[in-house]
Structures are given as structure tokens and as C-alpha cells.
């Protein structure tokens, strides 16, 4: 690289060693011969894999203080940072997004969410009120859309809906890197076993997989929202069929992976996640284990298009359990659906081809295209 560009990541929401802030971005960007800062909560302060890790601490106990102040703490040790590019992974950090494009600076929204629809979904806020702050919040988020540099999204969805406000947008999707799962295990020597990896929500499907639970076992790892749902599906008649992992690093996740026969990926048919690109269901398949997933339309198209799983109705227990029977006592369709997945990623459904569309977005934006 001719000249060396310093970028700076912030975020005010995910953990320093998010999959895809982390793990995928910065480490690519890292890589490709930028100067790479994030700018994170609650994290010690390190250089690691190349990027320089910031940390902020949130001494703040409750969402709208995170909202208010937290946020001002976040942009300022960005902005600090005097980089030349930002690239910023909160809606809430939109309006520090625009100081910073005031400021002179090229700026990056990263929109890992379609927050309109998912306000829609909170069914703890009333939906009249749901669909008055989910207009405001889209109209906000278009108008900084508009004002930065770059607008890059999670998903086509989310893609196609600033393209019909910006031009300077791309979907960047949060595809598993193509080796990183692998695994190399021979199928017989598997157990019984299914597993959930990722944040243990109701609305995810966990109450629905618990009640079928009568036959196998279930490896469950992420984090409880809230943290009191643990304690209430700890009472379920099921959970002693349960091996509960709790957050764990990538390598307890590929091990978890490699003694799985079957993902579960049954999300409940919310707007937020019906047009969801779940990274789960690409790591499933990425370690070459077949998935049951929710029948929405987009996962439908990938998993029965690559014949790598079965889609069920999330809300329908029999059809879950029925799904799970089938594989379960059909090893050699299991198996070759598990081989379809993992042929998938590789054509397709990789970080490395993700990895390009990045990279070309930061050569643009700094200039270095247009020296060749």
C-alpha cells in the first residue's frame, strides 16, 4: 500500500471482539496494510492481530444513559484518534457520525440492522407508539445516511433500502470465514446431539427447541436476554438434557460445532427477522452440519436451494420435533446435507469474497484506486 491510512472503528454497543466488527473488518482492514483503531466499552486498551484497541469504560447502569452520555465518550475518544476514515456500527452514534463528516472527516455507517423494522418487534413498547418511533428513527437514519460517505449493511434488504435514498451503499454480509469451522470429524463418531450457539432470546426459539427435547441433547452457548430467562428455562422439564456453555471464545465454538449432528436456527417470524441473513446459519454450515431453520422465504431460497438442512414453522413444535427425527435416524442424509452446507460457504457464503467488497469501499473512499 502507498500511503499508510489510518481508520478508526467505534462502537458504543458490541464487545471489543465482536465477530463481525473484530474478527472479520478490522482484521481484514488490518491485513490489507491500514492503520486500524477500535474504539470500544469495557475493554482493555492492547494492540492485537494488528488493531488498536481502545477501550472506554461505561460506568453508566441504565440504556438511556448509555444513549446520552456514554456515546458523547465514545466519540470523543474516536475523534481523538484523528484517523482519516470512521467507521461507526451504532444507530445511536449516528449523530456523532455527522460531527465527525462536519469535521471533515470520510465516515462509514455500518447498519448490521433494519432498526425501523426491529422496533416494530419490541413487544414491550405499544405498537402505536412502536410505529410513531420507527418513523422518526428511519426519516433520522436516512437524513445522516444522505450527509456521509458510505453506508455499508449486513444484508441485501437492508442494502436495498438506502439505495433507494444513496448510491454509496453495499451489502457486506456476515458470512463465516471459509476455514475457520472446519472440521474434519467423521460422521459416526458423532452423538445425538444438536446445538444453538448465539444470544438465548424467547423470540429465538430456545422455549420451542426445550419443549421437543424428550431424545437428544441440546449444546446451548451465547447469552441470556435477559439474564433472568436462564433461571426460568432452568425449570423446564427438558434442561436436564441441556449442556449449557454460556458465552465462549471461537475455538469452544467450533469444538461445540464438531460434536453437533443438527444447527438450530427456528427465530420466530418477526419483521426484524424474517429478512435476516443470521450468521449462525452460515457457521452451521460452514462446519458441515445440516440446519433446521424458520421457513422464511430468504432462508428457505438458501437452505433448500443447497439441500443443506430443513425449514420448519419456528412456532410449531411438531414440525421441529418431526425435522430433527428425520435427520437423527437418516445418518447418510444428514451427512451429505452437512456436505452440501459446507460446499455452499466455499462457492459462495464466504468472508474472504465479503473481504473484497470491504477493501475496494476503503481504497475508494481514500483515494488509493485512483493512484494506480
Same mark, same amino acid.
Given at each position: ?15 471489543? =471482539? ?5 474478527? $472479520? ?18 475493554? $482493555? ?7 488498536? *484497541? ?19 465518550? *465514545? ?23 455527522? &460531527?465527525? $463528516?462536519? @469535521?471533515?472527516? @470520510? ?21 402505536? /407508539? ?5 418513523? *422518526? ?7 445522516? +445516511?444522505? &450527509? ?13 433500502? =438506502?439505495? &433507494? ?15 475457520? %469451522? ?23 426459539? *430456545?422455549? !420451542? ?5 424428550? &431424545? ?23 434442561? /436436564?438434557?441441556? @449442556? ?7 475455538? $469452544?465454538? #467450533? !469444538? ?8 438450530? +436456527? ?22 458441515? /452440519? ?12 438458501? +437452505? ?14 411438531? !414440525? ?31 468472508? !474472504?469474497?465479503?473481504?473484497? #467488497? %470491504? ?14
Amino acid at each position: 500500500m502507498e500511503k499508510k491510512i489510518k481508520i478508526c472503528h467505534f462502537t458504543s454497543v458490541h464487545k471489543v =471482539f465482536d465477530d463481525r466488527i473484530y474478527l $472479520k473488518e478490522c482484521i481484514s482492514l488490518a491485513n490489507a496494510g491500514f492503520e486500524v483503531y477500535l474504539v470500544a466499552p469495557d475493554t $482493555k486498551s492492547a494492540i492485537i492481530n494488528k488493531v488498536n *484497541i481502545i477501550g472506554v469504560d461505561n460506568n453508566y447502569n441504565s440504556r438511556l444513559k448509555r444513549i446520552l452520555l456514554f456515546t458523547r465518550k *465514545i466519540y470523543l475518544t474516536a475523534l481523538n484518534v484523528d484517523a482519516d476514515i470512521y467507521h461507526f456500527h451504532d444507530a445511536e452514534l449516528l449523530y456523532f457520525g455527522n &460531527k465527525l $463528516k462536519q @469535521k471533515g472527516k @470520510k465516515v462509514i455507517y455500518d447498519s448490521h440492522e433494519d432498526l425501523p423494522r426491529q422496533i416494530l418487534s419490541k413487544h414491550w413498547i405499544n405498537s402505536y /407508539i412502536a410505529r410513531f418511533i420507527s418513523r *422518526i428513527v428511519e426519516k433520522y437514519e436516512n437524513k445522516i +445516511v444522505r &450527509k456521509i460517505d458510505f453506508c455499508i449493511t449486513a444484508t441485501p434488504v437492508i442494502r436495498n433500502r =438506502f439505495s &433507494k435514498i444513496v448510491s454509496h451503499v453495499v451489502d457486506i454480509n456476515n458470512f463465516p470465514k471459509a476455514q475457520e %469451522l472446519a472440521t474434519r470429524v467423521v460422521w459416526e463418531n458423532k452423538k445425538n446431539e444438536l446445538c444453538y450457539i448465539g444470544g438465548i432470546f424467547k423470540i429465538r426459539g *430456545i422455549v !420451542e427447541i426445550l419443549d421437543i427435547l424428550d &431424545k437428544y441433547v441440546l449444546n446451548l452457548a451465547g447469552t441470556y436476554s435477559p439474564e433472568e430467562l436462564r433461571d426460568e428455562l432452568m425449570k423446564h422439564k427438558n434442561w /436436564i438434557r441441556v @449442556k449449557d456453555y454460556g458465552f465462549v471464545n471461537r475455538e $469452544k465454538i #467450533k !469444538e461445540i460445532l464438531m460434536n453437533s449432528k443438527i444447527g438450530m +436456527v427456528t427465530l420466530y417470524p418477526t419483521k426484524s427477522f424474517i429478512d435476516s441473513l443470521p450468521v449462525k446459519l452460515f457457521e452451521y454450515m460452514s462446519a458441515s /452440519i445440516p440446519v433446521i431453520a424458520s421457513n422464511f422465504p430468504l432462508w428457505k431460497e438458501i +437452505v433448500e436451494d443447497n439441500n443443506c438442512g430443513i425449514c420448519v414453522d419456528p412456532m410449531k413444535t411438531n !414440525e421441529i420435533a418431526y425435522a430433527i427425527d428425520y435427520l437423527m435416524k437418516n445418518p447418510e442424509i444428514a451427512k451429505k446435507m452437512g456436505e452440501n452446507g459446507r460446499r455452499a460457504v466455499l462457492d459462495r457464503f464466504n468472508w !474472504e469474497i465479503e473481504e473484497k #467488497k %470491504l477493501i475496494e469501499v476503503y481504497r475508494n473512499l481514500s483515494g488509493l484506486n485512483n493512484q494506480n
